[in-house]
């Protein structure tokens, strides 16, 4: 069985953020990078999903970016993944939706992968269409934002989060490909002699140009901070004197200090 | 511009958030009209056509059935954008209708500008300004961005052929909500802790804070998902949506989810180190400080 994870690399969400220079996404001049959190889910099910085949699996995991982005294919091929696949583009910050699947269809549609896992969505970008746009690109099963996973004989059963603690158990055969949410299981660390191990496992790089021909079907023309609503007071200073302004706040504001 | 929305249904209910979508519809000045799987017993109070495909025969989830249901609506209609919510439901199935249609799809869209959209990004930090090349656009709305429009009418409904039930994703029913130890919509002050408390250790600092003030312990969802607090104390459109009197977020950055559950609260005090935290954008009180010395420090003055 063949199992193939795509993942991307994104900024620390804590990070403060400013535009670049094209002004159309942000400036990676002091940026910490690390596995986009959705996928560190993604990674951990596909090594778990691993584990229970055994011998004769193999688990390859994907990534597109600039040369940054080995090192979290580093971090997933210490979780447990077999080898990875890098296709390099210093330009995937400005790709569409629709041009990064374009990308992983073009990688995957002759490697006949049974099963593919994708987060549901990046922290950085957030659209939350890359991994279903793989599907319908394969033309193969899809169920999106999965709390829950479990595979056996060829079909899979998935626990799909819905709203207000609901949640909706779907059956789907392989191949197929799904999308999962945090609180999926529990990531693992990576252990120092699994570190060590991932270091010898291949790489293969691959040009975008070699899988990527089509133009993007939208095009950002700004980034910027949200427009401030105003309102709200901020308060900055010595925490004495911050629990004084707050507490004077409340009293005047609201009715449950007494 | 003419849109075709996507209603929601769930249990042979209509979603109340089918009404953000007929309030987009406003927001844009577009000419409107809805497709929905859902009940004929019960339909959204909108006004123009009304595509109904039954769920009887359609199935609770069908994801293959419906898009291909929209796709035939589409052909029929011929709308310039295809608006879903920015849901469990427009995630599923907003991507395989725009990858069907071969057109652009926007997603998070929390505003309109001139020839595009305004979308979140980078976690609700930031905005970007997103134009189609495409003559048609699959968009999700972000719930709470655009007003409720609940002002009905009776809609002229096209019943649509109930399809041969197929599909690759076999609904197999619901699993409910877990029994809540305690329900947050009646609390009156609510004070919720967030990834910026740092460890399950310092639970006990917000929990003494909420008792102080009367209230009840809240958490966002990576604190939960860490298996710091139970899920029953979950605020945000995945936990329970509350409006306190008074709602305190402790660390806690203010995902879209988040702030879609809670932003109804009378007043909100956030607590964070990050000035530029998205939950300042609604907070009547931003104090800019580690949630370690100041939570026990106002505990204390309590």
């Known amino acids: ?258 | 511009m003419k849109i075709l929305l996507i209603g929601e249904s769930r249990d042979n209910k209509v979603l109340e958030t089918t009404y953000e979508l007929t309030g987009f519809a406003g927001a844009a000045a577009a000419e409107s009209s809805l497709f929905f799987v859902g009940s004929p017993h019960d339909l959204p109070a909108v006004s123009g056509r009304l595509y109904l495909a039954d769920v009887a025969a359609c199935g609770e989830y069908n994801p293959d059935l419906h898009r291909d249901l929209i796709v035939r609506t589409v052909a029929e209609e011929n709308p310039d954008a295809v608006v879903f919510l920015h849901s469990s439901y427009g995630w599923d199935l907003a991507p395989r209708v725009a990858a069907a249609l071969k057109v652009a799809q926007i997603s998070e869209v929390v505003g309109l500008v001139e020839g595009g959209f305004e979308v979140g990004c980078c976690n609700g930090k930031m905005r970007r300004t997103v134009k189609p090349a495409t003559a048609r656009v699959v968009l999700t709305i972000q719930s709470g961005a655009f007003p409720v429009n609940k002002e009905g009418g009776s809609p002229q409904v096209v019943a649509l052929a109930p399809p041969v039930a197929s599909g690759r994703v076999i609904f197999a029913g619901y699993e409910a909500a877990e029994a809540r130890a305690i329900d947050l919509g009646r609390a009156e002050v609510i004070v919720s802790a967030g990834r910026g408390v740092g460890k399950k250790d310092n639970i006990p600092l917000i929990a003494a804070l909420a008792k102080a003030l009367g209230g009840e312990l809240g958490a966002s969802r990576p604190v939960v998902d860490a298996g710091w607090i139970e899920h029953s104390h979950q605020v945000g459109t995945t936990g329970q949506s509350v409006a306190p009197k008074l709602y305190v977020a402790c660390g806690i950055s203010g995902a879209i989810q988040h702030l879609a559950g809670m932003k109804k609260s009378d007043f909100i005090v956030a607590i964070n180190k990050d000035k530029d935290a998205p939950i300042g954008e609604i907070a009547d009180v931003l104090i800019v400080a580690d949630v370690l010395q100041f939570v026990p420090a106002l505990t204390a003055k309590l």
């Open chain 1, 1 to 258: 069985m063949k199992i193939l994870v795509c993942i991307k690399q994104v900024p620390d969400l804590e990070s403060r953020f400013k535009a670049n220079s094209a002004g159309v996404w942000f400036d990676e001049t002091d940026l910490a990078w690390r596995m986009n959190e959705y996928d560190e889910y993604a990674v951990e099910q596909a090594v778990k999903l691993r584990e229970q085949l055994g011998e004769g699996s193999e688990l390859v995991v994907l990534s597109i970016g600039p040369d940054r982005v080995v090192e979290a294919m580093k971090k997933a091929l210490a979780m447990g993944c077999d080898r990875g696949v890098h296709v390099q583009d210093s330009a995937a910050a400005v790709k569409d939706p629709a041009q990064i699947a374009a990308t992983v269809v073009a990688y995957a549609r002759d490697q006949h992968f049974d099963v593919i896992f994708t987060g549901m969505q990046s922290q950085d970008r957030g659209s939350a269409q890359v991994g279903v746009l793989v599907a319908a690109g394969l033309d193969i099963a899809c169920a999106t934002t999965l709390v829950g996973f479990s595979y056996s004989d060829g079909t899979i059963t998935a626990k799909r989060e819905l709203e207000g603690g609901l949640k909706g158990i779907v059956k789907l055969k392989t191949p197929a490909l799904v999308t999962c949410q945090l609180g999926l299981n529990v990531p693992r660390y990576p252990t120092l002699p699994n570190i060590m191990k991932a270091k010898k496992k291949d790489i293969a790089a691959l040009p975008i140009e070699s899988l990527l021909s089509t133009p993007p079907l939208a095009a950002t023309v700004s980034f910027h901070p949200p427009a401030k609503k105003g309102g709200g007071i901020v308060l900055e200073g010595e925490v004495g004197i911050l629990v004084d302004q707050l507490l004077g706040i409340l009293k005047e504001k609201t009715a449950v200090l007494r």
